[in-house]
């Protein structure tokens, strides 16, 4: 998969691409992510890529000239089934459809700053506008790569363990992930020790103690999304014991 990336501060990305599994994904050529700076293409002496809003009240937002230039170099390297992402507040916000949507492409993503773009530049050029969250944000370079890191960990071939990927929140067929633990047994003077059943090495009756729990997380934390899932006979069965245990505790 081919990434672009339109920002007048491709700085803040190094750290980011440098680490972790999005490094290791460009070592393996599994992807590849390139900058392009719209101050390396003004159309003017002084390298200005912001102008004042027509209509007053102040501010100013990425002139269009240098935008369509870098996105027409960007088209020059990466050539085919390319979508062009420009990431606002204004976007579609982001779902796991809309993730879907972009996986069999490359993708060239629009950072705007200050008070935003010119708008002809969504009008002509962006295929789809997202946003990350109902906030404000200083510039689209985060949610560039928020979007970037939800993307690379679904490219075929990045996560070497694939079932951790499909064992996480909300891949999880709509739950949240169960508690897990790890080493040591016991933590002395800590409240919430490992559930016995987890050392028993039945197979069958962690599985099921992981599905009541993540049940159990669901509603209790996002029953938003447990009202949006239909249950099996099973999961209606450990939902009802995680319910009875928990009205016993509480
Ligand atoms: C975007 C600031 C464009 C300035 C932003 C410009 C955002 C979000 C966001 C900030 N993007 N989801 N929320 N961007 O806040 O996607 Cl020009």
Same mark, same amino acid.
């Given at each position: 998969?081919?990434?672009?990336?339109?920002?007048?501060?491709?700085e803040?990305?190094?750290?980011?691409?440098?680490?972790?599994?999005?490094?290791?994904?460009?070592?393996?050529?599994?992807?590849?992510?390139?900058?392009?700076?719209?101050?390396n293409y003004?159309?003017?002496?002084?390298?200005?890529?912001?102008?004042?809003?027509?209509?007053?009240?102040?501010?100013?937002?990425?002139?269009?000239?240098?935008?369509?230039?870098?996105i027409?170099?960007?088209?020059?390297?990466?050539?085919?089934? +390319?979508?062009? +992402?420009?990431?606002?507040?204004?976007?579609?916000?982001?779902?796991?459809?809309? +993730?879907?949507?972009?996986?069999?492409?490359?993708?060239?993503?629009?950072c705007?700053?200050?008070?935003? +773009?010119?708008?002809?530049?969504?009008?002509n050029?962006v295929?789809e506008?997202?946003?990350?969250?109902?906030?404000?944000?200083?510039?689209?370079?985060?949610?560039?790569?928020?979007?970037?890191?939800i993307?690379?960990?679904?490219?075929?071939?990045?996560?070497?363990?694939?079932?951790?990927?499909?064992?996480?929140?909300?891949f999880?067929?709509?739950?949240l992930?169960?508690?897990?633990?790890?080493?040591?047994?016991?933590?002395?003077?800590f409240?919430?020790?490992?559930?016995?059943?987890?050392?028993?090495?039945?197979?069958k009756?962690?599985?099921?103690?992981?599905l009541?729990?993540?049940?159990?997380?669901?509603?209790?934390k996002?029953?938003?999304?447990?009202?949006?899932?239909?249950l099996?006979?099973?999961?209606?069965?450990?939902?009802?014991?995680?319910?009875?245990?928990y009205?016993?505790?509480?």
């Amino acid at each position: 998969m081919l990434i672009g990336v339109i920002s007048l501060f491709p700085e803040i990305f190094q750290p980011f691409i440098k680490y972790g599994i999005i490094q290791k994904s460009i070592k393996k050529k599994l992807l590849s992510i390139d900058f392009w700076n719209p101050r390396n293409y003004t159309n003017n002496k002084k390298y200005k890529v912001d102008s004042t809003i027509y209509g007053g009240g102040g501010g100013v937002i990425l002139k269009a000239e240098p935008l369509i230039r870098s996105i027409e170099q960007a088209k020059l390297k990466i050539r085919n089934n +390319i979508k062009l +992402i420009y990431l606002s507040p204004q976007g579609r916000k982001i779902d796991t459809a809309c +993730i879907n949507s972009l996986l069999c492409k490359n993708i060239i993503l629009i950072c705007g700053r200050y008070k935003g +773009i010119d708008e002809r530049i969504i009008t002509n050029f962006v295929d789809e506008e997202i946003s990350i969250g109902d906030y404000i944000l200083s510039g689209g370079e985060l949610p560039a790569m928020v979007l970037i890191d939800i993307i690379v960990r679904l490219i075929p071939g990045v996560l070497n363990n694939i079932l951790s990927n499909s064992t996480d929140s909300f891949f999880n067929n709509g739950l949240l992930d169960c508690p897990n633990y790890t080493k040591p047994r016991v933590l002395n003077n800590f409240k919430g020790q490992v559930p016995k059943i987890l050392l028993s090495g039945d197979h069958k009756k962690i599985q099921q103690w992981r599905l009541k729990q993540s049940l159990g997380a669901t509603w209790l934390k996002r029953p938003d999304l447990l009202k949006k899932k239909k249950l099996t006979k099973e999961e209606k069965f450990l939902f009802n014991e995680f319910k009875t245990s928990y009205f016993k505790k509480n």
